[in-house]
């Protein structure tokens, strides 16, 4: 992905080097898929006009929370916090009430003030030793923390029509806080950046996408300003969230662990030195500008090979950012060569460079972004013909990757696979593991990008992530107990209430659809994981299976994703009579050999989306456990299921995939069916 960074010193290897070497990560990140850092500065990044107050000579400063714009949660106290000299004297005054307090010995403060009304703007202005910050353009309203992985962080600006969707915004009662990616081995006091922005199309581009669309749905019907606080993380671990305390570890074992990643930290980096033997600090590849690896006459026999599609850091480079190529012969005939040819190489992390028998076919910026390429027949030959790619990366991932169906040759209309191993050769390396495993590690996203929001009094929690914590099976099972500990101990740790309204997403359909029904599958059980947590009071979910995509982690339709939160929050949050929830699985019945099952959440009635009352998705099985797809059509408010492959059913399944593509069970309002089983098969 595009992050663009200073070089960094190449670390040799007699150094120890660990990402833990500090306590606290001053270089922030902005992150936008599994693992993968994509933006990073040496310098706290502001979004939008609002700058944090900057520390008084006194040392008297407010809470990184407290910058122009904000928002602040209605109907509750509100504590304002921030340090001072030591028990220094503190006058603030909000609103028009003004309360004191006095910095004890480590000057920290806290006042506190009455409940407010929605409305505003506010100022609010603290005083002490001479010394007055003023904070302008506050909104009291509701405040809801965006939180998760990738496709939570993922921006407007990355998202479907976001041209159009940036240049509508017109909604300054909405506003947003982005917490910079950062951690920290203790818990902090402290953000290591942030401020807040509204939603105008300068700013917009830059929100969290669900976040952003969420929050416009609610407008219309909760009229009241909305803070979204967007603290996510691309391809971070559900452990990383959760608190030493929510994790069971005491001071000793939290140590053991720490010192763990660390060990692994230097055999990753021993591993890739003792690989490329020196890490190259210039492309060998460019020489005054000459791309002299993409000559097509060049002797590649010495190169190593690698897998393609896959990230380099998982085929025996780990830890590894910089510039590496990739070479690959195919052949032409004579015909073949005299038309031009569409080249695919899917989506690409970060940017590269293309070429084909030295003449460029393409260059694109953008890890997400599909490389489709264009050959002329001035390019080609007949017989064999050289693909080079220069693939730049600045921050995990790493490569050419993807399906492996996006890679290909499209001549006169007909796709011809590329090979599945090309050769390979790094051109400039350097290390960047944090960046990489930093967002695995259990606490250490929670100590520093959760735990200094717990002061701030919040309406709820909007939760997108798991993808990260569906590699398999095993996985998926365990994300039921880790989910429901993380939304019970953030409700615990939270100041203020302790059942705010929890929403989440769960995943939507991603991988290649399945030919046959699946015994197993990761997506599936971790959907399972997800909705188990409605059993705890004032949650909900989203259901999403209909807006993913095969091929891509990050679908771009987060328009659908946002609405369909908002409907959650209306009913679960603000009590309103909304239907919010597509058909749940409520019971079944089995008669003649069919099964009969009936529905909550039908509202309006049940329908099957492009296919009359023919029903997809669902598959059925005997004593014999095996699984086939079944045959199911709309029965007034049920859905009757049958096989003639299965005289005696026992189970069924519905959407039971990673990608569930023929699932078109909704309700009239819209809203697709969530799906389930009825077996507890393991």
């Known amino acids: 992905m595009p ?4 070089t960094g010193t190449m670390v040799p290897a ?28 040496l310098a706290t990044p502001v979004t939008g006009d609002a700058q944090p107050a900057a520390p008084a000579p006194s040392g008297l400063r407010l809470s990184k929370l407290f910058t122009d714009g904000m928002v602040v949660q209605r109907d509750v106290r509100l504590p304002v916090w921030g340090w001072a000299a030591p028990r220094a004297a503190v006058t603030v005054t909000f609103a028009g009430n003004t309360t004191r307090g006095t910095a004890n010995d480590a000057g920290a403060w806290t006042v506190t003030f009455p409940a407010m009304r929605a409305g505003g703007p506010h100022e609010l202005t603290v005083h002490s030793a001479g010394t007055r910050l003023h904070v302008r353009d506050i909104l009291v309203g509701d405040v809801w923390v965006a939180s998760g992985q990738s496709n939570m962080e993922w921006p407007v600006r990355m998202a479907n029509d976001s041209a159009r969707e940036i240049a509508v915004a017109n909604d300054s009662r909405v506003r947003h806080f982005k917490v910079p990616t950062s951690w920290a081995e203790s818990p902090a006091e402290e953000l290591v950046g942030g401020s807040w922005a509204p939603a105008t199309p300068q700013h917009v581009g830059a929100f969290s996408a669900v976040g952003y ?32 305390e ?26 890739l030195i003792a690989r490329l033997g020196t890490l190259p600090t210039k492309d060998g590849g460019l020489v005054n500008g000459r791309a002299v690896w993409a000559d097509p006459r060049l002797d590649d026999a010495s190169w190593a090979t690698i897998p ?79 693909l080079v790619v220069r693939v730049s990366d600045g921050g995990g991932g790493g490569g050419v990757y993807g399906n492996a169906g996006l890679i290909h040759l499209e001549i006169g209309g007909v796709r011809r696979a590329l090979p599945a191993t090309w050769k ?32 701030f009094p919040v309406k709820g929690v909007l939760w997108y992530q798991g993808e990260s914590n569906a590699n398999n099976v095993a996985q998926a099972a365990a994300y039921r107990d880790l989910f429901a500990t993380l939304i019970t101990s953030w409700r615990r740790e939270w100041a203020g209430t302790h059942d ?39 949650t909900g979910q989203a259901i999403t299976i209909d807006v993913g995509d095969a091929d891509d ?97 026992v189970a069924i399944r519905y959407a039971w995939a990673d990608n569930p593509n023929t699932a078109n069970l909704y309700n009239r309002e819209g809203l697709p069916a969530a799906p389930f089983r009825t077996d507890t098969w393991p």
């Open 308 to 386: 393609v599609p896959s990230h380099w850091e998982e085929a025996g480079y780990p830890g590894m950012d910089g510039i590496a190529w990739y070479r690959v012969a195919f052949t032409l005939s004579v015909e073949e060569a005299k038309q031009s040819v569409r080249l695919s190489l899917g989506p690409i992390d970060d940017d590269d460079i293309t070429w084909v028998n030295g003449v460029e076919v393409g260059r694109t910026s953008g890890y997400a972004t599909p490389r489709v390429y264009s050959i002329s027949p001035s390019a080609l030959r007949s017989g064999r013909n050289v």
């Open 14 to 41: 007699a150094r120890r080097w660990s990402f833990f070497s500090r306590t606290r990560m001053h270089v922030t990140r902005v992150v936008m898929a599994c693992g993968c850092v994509v933006g990073t500065s």
């Open 424 to 455: 390979f050769k790094v051109g400039e390396a350097s290390l960047r593991i944090d960046g990489q495993r930093i967002n695995k590690v259990p606490m250490v996203l929670y100590n520093q990008m959760v735990h200094p929001l717990q002061r």
């Open 553 to 649: 982690i990050h679908p771009r339709n987060k328009q659908d994703v946002g609405a369909r939160l908002a409907l959650v929050a209306r009913k679960v949050a603000y009590g309103q009579s909304v239907v919010a929830s597509g058909p749940t699985y409520r019971r079944h019945t089995v008669r003649d050999g069919r099964v009969w099952v009936e529905f909550d959440n039908v509202a309006g009635g049940l329908v099957a989306r492009g296919r009359d009352a023919l029903v997809g998705g669902f598959a059925i099985a005997g004593t014999d456990q095996r699984l086939v797809w079944a045959q199911a059509r709309i029965d007034g408010d049920r859905v009757v299921v049958w096989s003639d492959e299965v005289r005696e059913p």
């Open 213 to 244: 669309f969420f929050a416009r749905e609610l407008r219309k019907s909760v009229n009241v300003p909305i803070g979204l606080i967007n603290t996510s993380w691309g391809g971070s671990n559900i452990e990383t969230w959760l608190s030493r």
């Open 246 to 271: 929510a994790h069971g570890l005491n001071d000793s074992a939290a140590a053991a662990l720490l010192k763990r990643e660390r060990e692994s930290v230097d055999a990753i980096r021993d591993s």
């Open 500 to 538: 705010f309204p929890f929403l989440w997403v769960q995943l939507t359909s991603f991988h290649a659809p399945d030919s046959v029904p699946p015994e197993r599958s990761a997506w599936a059980t971790q959907r399972e994981s997800m909705a188990a947590a409605l059993a705890l009071p004032n």
């Open 3 to 6: 992050r663009r960074s200073a």
